[in-house]
C-alpha cells in the first residue's frame, strides 16, 4: 500500500472503517482503543448465526476461528512460519492469563517476583497483592531506559521464580531495549521469563528470536494497536514447557477428557497451548479478531508497515506540537527521548492532564490520560489533517489554563 494514500485527506483505509465513522472524528486513543474495521461486524454476525443453526455443534466452528487468532498472534511475534515455536494460549485479557502463568511458578521454593515500576495496572496491581502475602517483588526503576534491562537482570538470582517487564512501556512508549540479557540471566538461573507485548504488538515489528527471546513467555492481545476488540488475548508458552499451572481450566484436559482416571492419580494437561486453558467462554471475539487478522493480511498492513506510518504520525504529532510554542509549565514533552525509541503514542506531560483530556473530549477530540501524561494515539486510517486538527484543539484548550 502507497503509505502517501494514508496521509491524505479522507486516509485511504477510512473507507473500511464506516461503522466507526473515523473519517468525521478526532480519535486520539490508538494506543488504548483503535477502531474495527466493518469486516468485524460480519465475523460477530457469522457467531450469531453459527450459534443459531449449529447450536452446541457450533464449537467446532469456533474452533477454527481461535486456531486462526492463534495463527495471527505468531505471525506477529515470528512465530508462524517456525516449526515448534512455542505456542499461543487464549484468553478474554491479559489478566487471567497473567494468574494463570504466576499460579504455575514454585513461589514457596523461589518466593521473589522481579519487574519494573512501569509495569501496567494488570501485572502491577496483581504483584502489590502478592507482596502482601508476603512475596517479594522488586521493582526497577525504569529511567534511565537504555539500562533497564541490565539492571532487572541484575536483581535475578536463585531465589527468583520470574521477571514480568513489557518491552514498551504503557506510560510513555519508551521501547526497553536489550531483553536478550534478561533472558540469559533467567536461563542461567532456572527462573522464568514473561514478557508483556501489548504495546508493541502489531505497533512495531517485535520477533522473538530476533530479540533473542525463544524461552521468554510473552503476553499480549488484540485491543489496542490489532483492532480486534475485547476477549482476545494470549500467553505464547515456549517450547517444552512443563509447567503445572494451578489456577487451570478444564480445557486444560480436553484431549483426556474420554480417559477413566482414579482420584489418586495427578491431573494430566496437554502440551502447548493447551497447558495453559481456560474454560468455556464466548467465541464470538475470535470470530471478530478472525476477519480482522485477515483483513490486516489482505491490506498489507504489516508491522512494518503500520511501524512506518505510526512514526510519521507521531513525529508529526510532536512538530505541530513544538510549533504550536505551548507554555513548558502547563504541557510539554520530553525532548531526550528519541522519537525513534517510542512505540505508538505520543505522551504529553501536564499538571492538568486530567481537565486537558475532558476538554478536549468536550471539542470533539479523543486522547486519554494516565496521572500527569496526556496520550495522543494516532491510528493507520487518520490523516495527516486530523492530526494537525487534534494540536489546534490542544492549543485552544491551553490557551484557557493558568
Given at each position: ?39 468485524g461486524f460480519d465475523g460477530q454476525r457469522r457467531a450469531w448465526w453459527d450459534a443459531a443453526e449449529l447450536v452446541d455443534g457450533k464449537w467446532d466452528e469456533a ?25 499461543y494460549a487464549l484468553g478474554v485479557n491479559t489478566h487471567e492469563l497473567v494468574v494463570r502463568f504466576l499460579s504455575a511458578l514454585d513461589l514457596a521454593k523461589r ?203 507521531v513525529r508529526r504529532l510532536a512538530e505541530r506540537f513544538d510549533e504550536a510554542g505551548l507554555q513548558p509549565s502547563v504541557i510539554d514533552r520530553r525532548r531526550d ?66
Open positions: 500500500m502507497n503509505t502517501d494514500s494514508l496521509y491524505s485527506h479522507p486516509n485511504a483505509l477510512a473507507r473500511h472503517y464506516t461503522r466507526f465513522r473515523v473519517s468525521e472524528r478526532l480519535l486520539l486513543t490508538g494506543h488504548s482503543h483503535q477502531a474495527w474495521p466493518d469486516c474452533f477454527i476461528r481461535a486456531d486462526r487468532v492463534r495463527h495471527g498472534y505468531a505471525r506477529l511475534l515470528g512465530s508462524a512460519e517456525r516449526i515448534d515455536d512455542g505456542d518466593p521473589k517476583l522481579v519487574t519494573t515500576a512501569g509495569e501496567f495496572h494488570s501485572i502491577r496491581r496483581q504483584l502489590d497483592r502478592l507482596a502482601e502475602e508476603g512475596i517479594e517483588v522488586v521493582r526497577v526503576e525504569v529511567d534511565p531506559i537504555e539500562t533497564l534491562a541490565e539492571r532487572i537482570a541484575v536483581e535475578v538470582d536463585e531465589r527468583t521464580a520470574a521477571s514480568l517487564v513489557s518491552c514498551v512501556l504503557f506510560g510513555d512508549a519508551q521501547i526497553v531495549s536489550g531483553l536478550s540479557v534478561l533472558s540469559e540471566r533467567c536461563d542461567r538461573v532456572g527462573s522464568e521469563l514473561l514478557i508483556d507485548t501489548y504495546h508493541a504488538l502489531n505497533a512495531m515489528p517485535f520477533d522473538l528470536h530476533q530479540e533473542g527471546l525463544q524461552s521468554a513467555f510473552a503476553v499480549g492481545g488484540g485491543y489496542k494497536y490489532c483492532q480486534l476488540g475485547e476477549g482476545n488475548c494470549f500467553l505464547r508458552v515456549p517450547p517444552d514447557c512443563d509447567l503445572r499451572p494451578l489456577v487451570t481450566g478444564w480445557f486444560a484436559e480436553f484431549s483426556t477428557l474420554a480417559a477413566n482416571r482414579s482420584d489418586t492419580e495427578e491431573l494430566t494437561y496437554g502440551s502447548g497451548h493447551a497447558r495453559f486453558a481456560g474454560s468455556t467462554y464466548d467465541p464470538t471475539s475470535h470470530y471478530r479478531a478472525a476477519e480482522v487478522l485477515a483483513f490486516f493480511e489482505r491490506e498489507g498492513l504489516t508491522p512494518e508497515l503500520l511501524r512506518e506510518v505510526s512514526q510519521h504520525q527521548i528519541d522519537l525513534h525509541q517510542i512505540g505508538g503514542f505520543l505522551s504529553l506531560r501536564s499538571p492538568h492532564a486530567a481537565t486537558i483530556q475532558s476538554e478536549l473530549a468536550d471539542l470533539g477530540v479523543a486522547v486519554d490520560y494516565r496521572d500527569d501524561s496526556v496520550r495522543f494515539g494516532p491510528a493507520p486510517y487518520l490523516s495527516d489533517q486530523q492530526l494537525d486538527d487534534a494540536i489546534a484543539a490542544l492549543t485552544e484548550v491551553v490557551a484557557t489554563l493558568p
